[in-house]
């Protein structure tokens, strides 16, 4: 029990000392230089096909769909010559791994590598329509021949073996960016992208509308994304979502001229024309994205009852106790684990680390484990505790208190639905001192 104690205070201390010592919180811009894209190659001297007079380039926009990896939808470039029956559809957004049991452990440490590949467009969106039912909406770019051939160029070394891998990042290096630093990277300062008088948001809030019919999902990415999601992405940075890019590419110039041409639904999914869910008008939609909240206030309500009646030491409050703690410390844990070993800047200085604690996980288990002394009725008489549990839960309790004050002032948004759940573990830690 000496060492599990020496071990708890130490670990805590740690975490301590990284929560006051005021974690690096970047400027979106600056973390952005810290998390560089990989380059793309430029194209060069090779034998490529000429286009002809009749090719067209198209911008396509998939809508989200239902599964977690398309809820942010997807980018990709059509090229169609009916000369030499080219229609062939080029998608930043291909993983170079399969989805296996090494999928995750890659996504979670910033290693996963994802591909440009090339697709028949037909095949592409016979399974985007049948089989994901996710709206296509097609952009003609309005480019002359020389133009249009140095995109094709481009995009045929790219697809190269030795160039067509890259490694993902959701923010900084995805399947819209690569398209948007594309046209950049051949047209420079030809190429400007209206972006209107929708003011500037931060990234957490940029992706919060994609997320509204998925509360719980919502919940666990705000807990895991950490102070630099909170920053506000340059005039330029702030096209890395489909929906973001596609709204651009229909206000944008080059060389003075409109970029965009015809545009078309080639097909209307779930979504229909909106590109970012959003919760339908009945009672029961409002509810769903608010459900979250809704079970820990409830929750909350419960614990309140609880810890004022006579049952606050019994053995269903140990085990509430060891839930609410084991909960906490595994966000702590993963929130960490994120912090220090992936490759993504948004997941560094996350300050739910000053109440979830990754040490609340062993405290769970001597929670629920602690034994009291019965009353004739079977009820019990007190908490009798060693003074390293008192002095835990204390401490505990202060923390959640503290960091519920503190959000306010601190670089990062507290979730709505962790509001209720830092005043659970206030209230039963506070009871056990």
Request: with cysteine; hydrophobic share 45%.
């Given at each position: 029990?000496?060492?599990?104690?020496?071990?708890?205070?130490?670990?805590?201390?740690?975490?301590?000392?990284?929560?006051?010592?005021?974690?690096?919180?970047?400027?979106?811009?600056?973390?952005?230089?810290?998390?560089?894209?990989?380059?793309?190659?430029?194209?060069?001297?090779?034998?490529?096909?000429?286009?002809?007079?009749?090719?067209?380039?198209?911008?396509?926009?998939?809508?989200?769909?239902?599964?977690?990896?398309?809820?942010?939808?997807?980018?990709?470039?059509?090229?169609?010559?009916?000369?030499?029956?080219?229609?062939?559809?080029?998608?930043?957004?291909?993983?170079?791994?399969?989805?296996?049991?090494?999928?995750?452990?890659?996504?979670?440490?910033?290693?996963?590598?994802?591909?440009?590949?090339?697709?028949?467009?037909?095949?592409?969106?016979?399974?985007?329509?049948?089989?994901?039912?996710?709206?296509?909406?097609?952009?003609?770019?309005?480019?002359?021949?020389?133009?249009?051939?140095?995109?094709?160029?481009?995009?045929?070394?790219?697809?190269?073996?030795?160039?067509?891998?890259?490694?993902?990042?959701?923010?900084?290096?995805?399947?819209?960016?690569?398209?948007?630093?594309?046209?950049?990277?051949?047209?420079?300062?030809?190429?400007?992208?209206?972006?209107?008088?929708?003011?500037?948001?931060?990234?957490?809030?940029?992706?919060?509308?994609?997320?509204?019919?998925?509360?719980?999902?919502?919940?666990?990415?705000?807990?895991?994304?950490?102070?630099?999601?909170?920053?506000?992405?340059?005039?330029?940075?702030?096209?890395?979502?489909?929906?973001?890019?596609?709204?651009?590419?229909?206000a944008a110039q080059?060389?003075?001229?409109?970029?965009?041409?015809e545009t078309r639904?080639?097909?209307?999914?779930?979504?229909?024309?909106?590109?970012?869910?959003?919760?339908?008008?009945?009672?029961?939609?409002?509810?769903?994205?608010?459900?979250?909240?809704?079970?820990?206030?409830?929750?909350?309500?419960?614990?309140?009852?609880?810890?004022?009646?006579?049952?606050?030491?019994?053995?269903?409050?140990?085990?509430?106790?060891?839930?609410?703690?084991?909960?906490?410390?595994?966000?702590?844990?993963?929130?960490?684990?994120?912090?220090?070993?992936?490759?993504?800047?948004?997941?560094?200085?996350?300050?739910?680390?000053?109440?979830?604690?990754?040490?609340?996980?062993?405290?769970?288990?001597?929670?629920?484990?602690?034994?009291?002394?019965?009353?004739?009725?079977?009820?019990?008489?007190?908490?009798?505790?060693?003074?390293?549990?008192?002095?835990?839960?204390?401490?505990?309790?202060?923390?959640?208190?503290?960091?519920?004050?503190?959000?306010?002032?601190?670089?990062?948004?507290?979730?709505?639905?962790?509001?209720?759940?830092?005043?659970?573990?206030?209230?039963?830690g506070g009871v056990?001192?």
């Amino acid at each position: 029990m000496c060492d599990l104690k020496a071990f708890l205070m130490s670990t805590l201390m740690v975490l301590v000392f990284l929560a006051a010592g005021r974690p690096e919180s970047l400027p979106a811009d600056e973390a952005q230089l810290k998390s560089q894209p990989q380059e793309q190659s430029q194209p060069q001297a090779q034998e490529v096909l000429q286009l002809s007079p009749r090719a067209k380039l198209t911008m396509v926009t998939i809508f989200p769909g239902r599964a977690l990896y398309s809820m942010f939808g997807h980018t990709a470039i059509r090229v169609e010559d009916p000369v030499y029956e080219i229609d062939l559809l080029y998608n930043y957004g291909q993983s170079s791994v399969p989805f296996d049991a090494t999928f995750i452990p890659r996504f979670v440490t910033g290693d996963l590598p994802f591909m440009l590949g090339v697709v028949q467009t037909r095949r592409a969106y016979d399974f985007y329509s049948r089989y994901e039912n996710r709206s296509i909406y097609e952009q003609d770019l309005l480019l002359s021949a020389a133009e249009r051939q140095a995109v094709f160029e481009f995009l045929e070394i790219n697809a190269l073996p030795e160039n067509r891998v890259y490694i993902y990042d959701f923010f900084y290096d995805n399947c819209t960016t690569r398209v948007r630093d594309l046209l950049w990277n051949l047209f420079g300062e030809d190429i400007s992208f209206k972006l209107g008088e929708r003011p500037p948001v931060s990234y957490r809030k940029a992706i919060s509308p994609y997320l509204v019919d998925k509360p719980f999902v919502k919940f666990g990415i705000n807990l895991m994304l950490g102070s630099p999601t909170d920053g506000v992405p340059g005039r330029e940075r702030r096209l890395y979502l489909p929906g973001q890019f596609m709204e651009a590419v229909d206000a944008a110039q080059l060389d003075g001229r409109p970029l965009m041409g015809e545009t078309r639904f080639v097909y209307k999914g779930r979504n229909g024309t909106d590109i970012v869910p959003t919760a339908g008008p009945s009672l029961a939609d409002r509810a769903w994205s608010l459900l979250p909240s809704l079970l820990l206030w409830i929750l909350f309500a419960a614990v309140l009852l609880l810890t004022v009646s006579r049952f606050r030491w019994s053995r269903a409050a140990r085990a509430l106790d060891a839930l609410v703690f084991g909960a906490s410390g595994l966000v702590g844990t993963a929130s960490l684990l994120l912090w220090i070993f992936s490759g993504y800047v948004m997941t560094t200085a996350n300050y739910h680390l000053l109440w979830a604690w990754p040490v609340h996980v062993i405290s769970a288990f001597l929670l629920i484990k602690k034994r009291r002394p019965q009353g004739p009725q079977g009820l019990s008489q007190g908490p009798q505790r060693t003074p390293f549990i008192r002095w835990y839960a204390a401490i505990a309790a202060a923390a959640a208190l503290l960091a519920l004050g503190l959000f306010p002032l601190l670089p990062q948004q507290l979730p709505a639905p962790a509001v209720p759940l830092l005043l659970i573990i206030a209230f039963r830690g506070g009871v056990k001192t």
